[in-house]
């Protein structure tokens, strides 16, 4: 793989594999339609299995595991609108830019070469930033000198694609243009998020579900994110907070508890952001120093910290990702639609909050 891109590292924490779930596990997102016996794709009564005094029909087997088929058929719908959306994304652009292009008397081309002149150069100073912060620390890092051309090169194109990315974004405004797609009601995940921390306007129509781990590197960056969503839609959005600890990060639940033990005590936010702020340094010595400094009541803290229902809520949080179909965090659902590469923009936002 080329280094360039293992250098940038992924967009979330991803999940460790997990054994399926067996057809007795608990329910955790509501609102998914039953699959109803003329959606399947074989007979009901056709026999799929068998064995010495026994068998077993394609509606039993569907039934058993119609868990794993309810997720498998969002995803799969999901996954077509996407497709459909970026194919729209993609038709879209290439109607502005012939229509730009065709009233200056250019090409598609000529255009789109024109726009990216000014970005054809990525200096010294650039590449030697972006191969201190993203290539230098690991331990396996080239010479400067041996990957500094591919890094120009890649800093070039970065600059070009952002270029054409802004342009196209222009003549959206220009010509007034929304994207007005419906994701398919039938991939949409439903929550239940009474009790859940939130922040933003309880009244509002857009609602963002995150699911976070507190000793995920990219969670802690998404906090800005969050915040800054909330900032710029403060009467249009509100924001549910979600626990999904990756299990090969020790600290993570702990922190977990230790968060829902403060939203307990009505200071979420404030404990989120000190666990978040201190993230190298988490340990189960610390969250009850933190919890103090944040105002909580330290009595009523460690009470909760050794309350198994305090665990059972974070573990009722993970089990409505694993049905919406979390994959790694951070994970963001908008108005039940997952949301790809990382945490929402306010320019994400923007067509549904002039929709609303």
């Known amino acids: 793989m080329l280094l360039l891109f293992v250098a940038l590292g992924l967009a979330g924490c991803p999940k460790a594999a997990e054994p399926v779930r067996g057809e007795n ?4 997102a509501k609102g998914i339609q039953a699959q109803k016996a003329g959606d399947l794709r074989l007979p009901a009564d056709q026999v799929v299995a068998s064995w010495n005094g026994g068998k077993l029909t394609y509606g039993e087997f569907v039934e058993k595991r119609k868990k794993s088929f309810k997720r498998l058929e969002r995803e799969q719908q999901m996954a077509r609108f996407k497709l459909e959306e970026q194919e729209l994304e993609g038709f879209l652009a290439e109607m502005l830019i012939t229509e730009a292009a065709k009233a200056k008397g250019q090409t598609d081309q000529e255009y789109i070469e024109a726009l990216n ?30 990957i500094k051309e591919r890094i120009r090169q890649f800093l070039v194109s970065q600059k070009a694609q952002e ?16 994207s007005e797609l419906p994701a398919p009601e039938a991939a949409k995940a439903s929550f239940e998020l009474a009790g859940r921390p939130m922040k933003g306007n309880p009244d509002a129509k857009i609602t963002v579900v995150e699911f976070s781990d507190f000793q995920c590197p990219y969670c802690a960056r998404a906090k800005d994110s969050v915040e800054e969503l909330v900032k710029a839609y403060p ?24 968060a829902q033990c403060a939203n307990q005590q009505g200071k979420f936010w404030e404990l989120h952001d000190k666990i978040f702020d201190n993230q190298r340094a988490l340990g189960a010595d610390k969250y009850a120093g933190w919890a103090q400094e944040v105002g909580l009541d330290a009595a009523k803290f460690d009470t909760c910290m050794k309350d198994p229902e305090t665990e059972k809520m974070v573990k009722a949080d993970m089990e409505q990702g694993e049905e919406a179909g979390v994959q790694g965090t951070p994970s963001f659902y908008i108005n039940g639609v997952a949301h790809p590469n990382g945490p929402p923009s306010p320019a994400d936002i923007a067509p549904l909050v002039k929709g609303s």
Do not use: C, W
């Open 25 to 28: 596990a608990a329910p955790a």
């Open 117 to 146: 002149k000014a970005q054809s150069v990525a200096s010294d100073e650039d590449v030697q930033k972006f191969y201190d912060e993203n290539v230098k620390p690991r331990p396996d890092a080239p010479p400067f000198d041996m």
């Open 163 to 178: 270029t054409v990315r802004n342009e196209i974004e222009r003549l959206k405004k220009e010509k007034g243009l929304n």
């Open 235 to 258: 009467n249009d959005v509100k924001v549910y907070f979600l626990h999904f600890p990756l299990s090969f990060h020790e600290q993570a639940l702990p922190a977990a508890m230790a």
